[in-house]
Each structure stands twice: as C-alpha cells, then as structure tokens.
C-alpha cells in the first residue's frame, strides 16, 4: 500500500519504467505512463503487448516513476494484477481505464468515443501492487 507522499509523487510524475520477466528469464524493460489507483500505481496497455504476455506468466515486476529530469524518483517492486476482458467485467474494465486516464490527464472530452477506443484497442489495466518502496522522492 502506497503512502500518502508517494502517491503525491505519483500523481505529479506519470512517467515510469517497467520491467518485466521474458520467458527465458531475461528482463525487459517497457517505457509507460501511469497514475496512482487504488492501492497501487496502474497503467493501461493492449493485450498483445510484450510486457502484459510476460506479467501474465510473472506477476513479480518493479515499476520507475521518476521527474522529467531523472533527479528524483520512485520505485515499487511488487506483483502486477492484470484487469481485461477476460477477467473483468465491461463496466469495472471501464471504470479502471476511465480511472487511470483521469491520473493521468484529467477529464476526456469524450468518455463514449474513449470507452469505444479502449473496446477496439482491447486495453487492458495493470496495477503495480507494491511490496517494497524506495527511492529519493522523500
């Protein structure tokens, strides 16, 4: 569970790095944007995608949040809970995607054209759920 400066730090810093386990057990490394839900940090991202096919067989994953500058930063190692269409239902799906754009850039001038993007695109939600927390954001 993420402290109440951390997700202050969260929330003025969406840029982040994450990296995940491929098969072979090498890393990767995947460039996001994220915004603090619920108790963790999340991120939105098609199910085809490298780092969704890693986290799904490897749920352990460390997530960089950190300025623009690089000078200061945040890093969360934990476990990743994946919600899409195979596992949630549409309008708790909707939700958490509605959720994480409103971290990130606030309101959208459309939700319905965003909700049938999201549907086309088959987006899915991955949230960092932290077990350990470091860094220099303090």
Request: aromatic share 8%.
């Amino acid at each position: 569970m993420l402290r109440r400066q951390e997700k202050e730090f969260i929330r003025k810093n969406c840029r982040g790095v994450l990296s995940t386990f491929r098969k072979n057990g090498a890393m990767q490394l995947s460039i996001v944007s994220v915004g603090a839900f619920k108790d963790g940090v999340a991120f939105s991202t098609v199910l085809k995608r490298s780092k969704l096919v890693n986290l799904n067989r490897n749920s352990s994953c460390s997530l960089l949040i950190s300025t623009d500058d690089w000078s200061t930063y945040i890093v969360l190692e934990g476990r990743a809970d994946i919600l899409s269409n195979i596992n949630t239902g549409p309008d708790e799906l909707k939700e958490a995607l509605r959720g994480i754009y409103r971290e990130i850039l606030g309101e959208h001038p459309n939700w319905h054209e965003y909700d049938r993007a999201m549907i086309k695109d088959e987006r899915a939600v991955v949230v960092v759920q932290p077990l350990h927390v470091y860094g220099t954001f303090n």
